[in-house]
């Protein structure tokens, strides 16, 4: 049995949403269907889920938001006529996000997360109601019926394992099931939206509770590509990796997969395929548990930008101990999660996402430091990017770290900071912001390019 994912371009619109009932009803193991939100149709065009976004905002602040409750309702509207369906399952679209509207806007939070499940939560149902009006046996299921648990942070929701057993009943319902992604209820019954891109999540839990075969996730893409296509021209197909090595890509950068929608899948060794609604008969890449390293050791490149590092330095930090928990611990109390702390003996940087940091925050922390660390520096340096060389391979080779920086070094970057996790899965580089693509560039021509003549 298959669990399916369509992404937001797969269902954004009626002929979108063709190829989806014919992929789903070519393959009799494909039963549970998550669907996204009507993505973008046209690269300058607005997801549904960030117009239902505005709508929720403009409802917030008590302004007249007809006309972007309209803009919502004409796009489930195009999508039903262009499909055939009659007028009824618009009526409901649009009574439902006027319900929604009307709800208690005091949790502010609240209110919109529950203006955003619109997206898929309405998308849901009529795509179940157009593979019924064809003759397909199908029905709507939502997560809170399906038991689709999740934990009560709103800044962090995680689905609950308790939720499990009653998902796994969907294994024995009869016919096509269409699930909405991206959120889920809690214990006492409320709606929490996972983060952005979340119905890759929605996927992979339904996918390890029903213990399927194979998770497939449909985007708009052939496959996942060894580096960025925006950046490197025609950049090689991963064919198979492991969830390891896409959960490392999918930290730096690459969005054709959420990092948190591995978890689940990886748990349970779920095989994952990332496959194009648009091309179905590519064979798409392949996440699994283990594969041959010796074919390929670095599998793929990643870069991302947007790292600020704060450096500290202190003579003799390394005999000072419960140095490092109290920087730490200063973060921590202005809620600021880490990604990498690379160390000397006398010095200490963490490298955190810039989005984290607003002007007052980095202003309270460079003092807290000042204050309760003593140290001799502390330097804040903005602007930085993470290049991220994945392979399972890695760990078993030797001379690819001094091949990595050969490369970037030929490319005229200085390398800022060098991480290798104990799992010897990435190395990670810091460099500048504007030094970031050439260093790509350079370092795929190194591993991916066999022809490629270095100067
Ligand atoms: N519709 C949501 C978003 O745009 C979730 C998803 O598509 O996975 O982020």
Known sequence: MKVCKFGGTSVATADQIRKVVDIVTSDSDRKIVVVSAPGKRFSDDIKVTDLLIQLGEKALSHENAESELMEVVDRYRAIAEDLGLDGAIVEKIELDLRERLARDKEDKLLFMDTMKAAGE??????????????????????????????????????????????????????????????FGYTEDGTLRTFNRGGSDITGSIIAAAVEADLYEN??????????????????????????????????????????????????KSIPVCIKNTNNPNAPGTLIVKERDYNEQQVIGIAADSGFTAIYVDKYLMNLEIGFGRRLLQILEEEEIPFEHTPSGIDNLSIIIRS?????????????????ELEPDAVIVEHDYSMIVLVGEGMQYTTGLAARAATAIARSGTNIEMINQGSSEVSLVFGVKVQDETKSLKELYNEFFVKSYVKS
């Open 355 to 371: 989005r984290f940091l607003s002007k007052e925050k980095e202003e309270r922390i460079v003092e807290r430091i000042h204050k």
């Open 218 to 267: 449909f985007t708009d893409v052939d496959s996942v590509f060894a580096a960025n296509p925006t950046v490197i021209e025609n950049p090689v197909a991963i064919k198979k990796m492991t969830y390891r090595e896409m959960r490392e890509l999918a930290y730096a950068g690459f969005s054709v997969f959420h990092d948190e929608a591995l978890i689940p899948a990886f748990r």
């Open 121 to 182: 939560d309405n998308n849901a149902k009529l795509i179940a109601e157009y593979f019924k009006f064809i003759g397909v046996n199908a029905q709507y299921v939502s997560p809170r019926e399906g038991g689709l648990l999740v934990n009560d942070r709103p800044e962090r929701v995680r689905a609950l394992p308790e939720g499990d057993e009653r998902l796994a009943t969907l294994r024995d319902r009869q016919g096509i099931i269409v699930f909405p992604g991206f």
